[in-house]
C-alpha cells in the first residue's frame, strides 16, 4: 500500500468501472429515457428555464440538474455515453471529496485511499455512477456542501475560512437548483448541533450568512426567470414535491419508518460486515470532534429522510460519504493493528451471497431457464457466471489475506456494475429498455408523421430516440397529470373511446407510429380498441405498430 499512489489507481478504477460502460446497455425505465428526453428538449428548444417533458409542463425538480445532462449530451452526443456522463462525474468527484477530506481529518495516505475507495465501491453508489438520474448530482452538491463546512471549521487562516464559506454557498445554491430545499437543510441540520457542541455557534452567525448570501446569488436568476415565464412553478414545486410528500399519508413510494436501515446494510456491500465494528468504533471515539462531525453527517440525515412519508433507496445517497469516512478509519485501524477477523467475515459473507446467488441461477435456468437459447442469450448468461465468479472470487481474497489484500471486493463490485447490466436476461432487457427496441425500427418510426404511446416510460424513450416531443399520451397521464391540465396541452390526451378516431385523422396526414406495453389487463383493453393492420413488432411485453397513411 506504501508504494502505490492512489489518485493515478481511483483515477484508473474510475475509468474502467464507470466510464467504460455507460454505453453498453439501453436506457432503463423509468428514470433515464426520462431525464434523458428532457435534457434533450432544452437542448432542442433553447428553453432553459422551465422544465417540459414530451412537450408538456414538468415541475417536479429544478432546471439545473437536466443542464448537467444536457451538458452531456451536448459534449459526448444524444447517445447513452451523452445521457449517463454527468452521473459518473459528478460521483467520481465525490470520490475525490472523500479522499481530500480524509486526508484533511486523518493525514494518513492509506486512510485516505481506503476511505476514497470504500466510497467508491458502496453497492449504491457504484449502481447510480452508470445511471442517468439526479440523485448522484444532488449527492456530489451535498457532499461538497459539508465537506467545505469542515474545511471552514477547520481552516487556520481568515482567507481560507471565507473561501469555503463561499464554497459551501455554492454547493447549497447548485444543490438547490438540482433538486430543491433539502440542500439548504442537510447543512444546517448538521452545523447547528454541531457548533452548539462545539460552543463555536458565535462562528457560525458570523459566517453563515456569506454562505447564504452566495447561495441565493446562484438560485434567485433561475428561481425569478421560472416564476416569471410559468408563474404557478413554486406553488407546485413547494407543495407537491416537499410538503406532499415528506408529510402526506398519500404520499408518493410511501414506505415504514425503518424502511432505510435494511437499505443502508445492502448499499455499502461489500463491506457490509464492517458496519457492527464501525458503529463501535465510532461510540468508542465520541469525544473526537471529527467523529462527531461525521456522525451527525450519517445519523440526522437518516433520521429526516426516515420521518419522511415518501422514500426511494437513492434518498440515502447523501450519507454514504460519512458511513465510508467512519468504515475507511476502521478498517485500516484493523489492519494496523492485525486483527483480520472482521475483514475474514467481511469476505466469507459476500463470497457465500455470490455462491447462494450462482446455485440460484443455476437452479433456474435448469428448471425454469431466464436465459434463452440464442446466441446472444447465450452470451448474457456467460456474462452473469463471468460476474459471479469474479464476485466470488475477489471475496475470497479478502478471505485468504485479509491483513494484505482487504481491497480485492472493491474490484468485485466493479466487475458487477460494469457487465451484469450487459448480462441481463433477455426478458428484462426487452422489456426495461424499450429505446433498444425502437433503436431497431428507428428507420421506420422516423418516416411517420404522427406517434402514439400507452405509456410514459416507452412514450419517453420514442421522444428521445426520435428526437421528437410530441407523442399522444393514450390512456395514461402519470407523472405527466399536472402539465396535461394546462389547455395548450390538454389536446395530447388520447381516451379508449377517441382513439380509433384519432387514428383515422393522423393517418389522413401521413403515417402513425405506435408503440404499446400489452402486459396488464387494462393494457390488452387498450390495444383491442387499436384497429388492424400495420406493420407490428413485437419485443418482451413491447409492441410497435406503424399504420400507414389512409388514402
Not at 446467488?357 to 446472444?376: C, E, F, K, T, W
Amino acid at each position: 500500500m506504501t508504494r502505490i499512489k492512489p489518485l493515478p489507481l481511483l483515477l484508473l478504477a474510475f475509468a474502467l468501472f464507470y466510464l467504460l460502460p455507460l454505453g453498453l446497455h439501453g436506457l432503463w425505465t423509468p428514470d433515464e429515457s426520462r431525464y434523458a428526453q428532457i435534457s434533450q428538449e432544452m437542448l432542442m428548444s433553447g428553453n432553459w428555464v422551465s422544465p417540459h417533458f414530451m412537450g408538456v409542463r414538468y415541475f417536479e425538480k429544478p432546471a439545473a440538474g437536466y443542464w448537467l445532462i444536457a451538458l452531456g449530451q451536448a459534449v459526448f452526443g444524444e447517445n447513452l455515453f451523452g445521457v449517463r456522463i454527468a452521473s459518473a462525474l459528478t460521483t467520481g468527484l465525490s470520490v475525490l471529496l472523500a479522499y481530500l477530506i480524509a486526508r484533511r481529518l486523518w493525514n494518513e495516505p492509506r486512510k485516505s485511499f481506503a476511505c476514497a475507495l470504500l466510497y467508491m465501491s458502496f453497492g449504491l453508489v457504484a449502481g447510480q455512477a452508470g445511471y442517468s438520474n439526479l440523485d448522484p448530482q444532488f449527492t456530489f452538491w451535498v457532499n461538497l456542501s459539508l465537506v467545505a463546512l469542515w474545511f471552514a471549521l477547520d481552516s487556520r487562516t481568515q482567507r481560507s475560512r471565507l473561501a469555503c464559506w463561499a464554497l459551501l454557498g455554492v454547493a447549497c445554491g447548485m444543490g438547490f437548483l438540482t433538486k430543491g430545499f433539502l440542500a439548504w437543510l442537510l447543512p444546517v441540520l448538521i452545523a447547528l448541533p454541531y457548533m452548539i457542541w462545539q460552543r463555536r455557534l458565535g462562528e457560525l452567525l458570523r459566517y453563515g450568512p456569506l454562505a447564504m448570501l452566495v447561495a441565493a446569488v446562484i438560485c434567485l436568476p433561475w428561481a425569478l426567470a421560472v416564476h416569471a415565464q410559468e408563474p404557478d412553478y413554486w406553488r407546485f414545486f413547494f407543495w407537491h414535491e416537499h410538503i406532499r410528500r415528506f408529510a402526506a399519508d398519500n404520499a408518493q413510494h410511501a414506505r415504514p419508518l425503518w424502511f432505510f436501515l435494511p437499505i443502508i446494510v445492502v448499499s455499502c456491500l461489500p463491506w457490509a460486515a464492517l458496519l457492527p465494528a464501525t458503529l463501535i468504533n465510532t461510540w468508542r471515539e465520541k469525544r473526537q470532534p471529527a467523529m462527531v462531525f461525521l456522525a451527525l453527517w450519517f445519523l440526522l440525515p437518516l433520521a429526516f429522510f426516515s420521518l419522511s412519508k415518501g422514500k426511494l433507496p437513492t434518498y440515502i445517497m447523501p450519507c454514504l460519504l460519512p458511513l465510508a469516512l467512519l468504515m475507511g478509519h476502521t478498517l485500516i485501524d484493523l489492519v494496523t493493528r492485525a486483527k483480520p477477523r472482521t475483514l475474514f467475515i467481511n469476505g466469507l459473507l459476500n463470497f457465500l451471497i455470490g455462491l447462494a446467488a450462482m446455485v440460484v441461477l443455476i437452479y433456474l435456468q435448469v428448471d425454469r431457464p431466464l436465459y434463452g437459447n440464442s446466441h446472444s442469450e447465450m452470451f448474457s448468461l456467460s456474462l452473469a457466471y463471468i460476474v459471479l465468479m469474479g464476485w466470488m472470487l475477489t471475496n475470497l481474497l479478502q478471505v485468504l489475506r485479509p491483513l494484505t489484500l482487504w481491497a480485492m471486493p472493491a474490484l468485485g463490485i466493479g466487475l458487477l456494475v460494469a457487465l451484469l447490466p450487459v448480462g441481463m436476461p433477455a426478458v428484462v432487457t426487452d422489456n426495461e429498455m424499450p429505446d433498444q427496441f425502437i433503436l431497431e425500427h428507428l428507420d421506420e418510426l422516423q418516416q411517420t408523421r404522427a406517434l402514439l404511446s400507452n405509456e410514459l416510460d416507452s412514450a419517453s424513450a420514442l421522444s428521445w430516440r426520435l428526437r421528437r416531443p410530441e407523442v399522444a399520451f393514450y390512456d395514461t397521464v402519470g407523472e405527466l397529470r399536472y402539465g396535461l391540465n394546462y389547455p395548450d396541452s390538454a389536446y395530447r390526451k388520447v381516451d379508449l373511446d377517441n382513439v380509433q378516431s384519432w387514428l383515422a385523422e393522423a393517418r389522413r396526414q401521413g403515417s402513425v407510429g405506435v408503440i404499446m406495453r400489452v402486459k396488464s389487463t387494462s393494457e390488452m383493453r387498450e390495444a383491442g380498441q387499436l384497429p388492424p393492420g400495420g406493420k407490428r413488432y413485437y419485443k418482451g411485453n413491447l409492441e410497435i405498430i406503424i399504420y400507414p397513411q389512409s388514402l
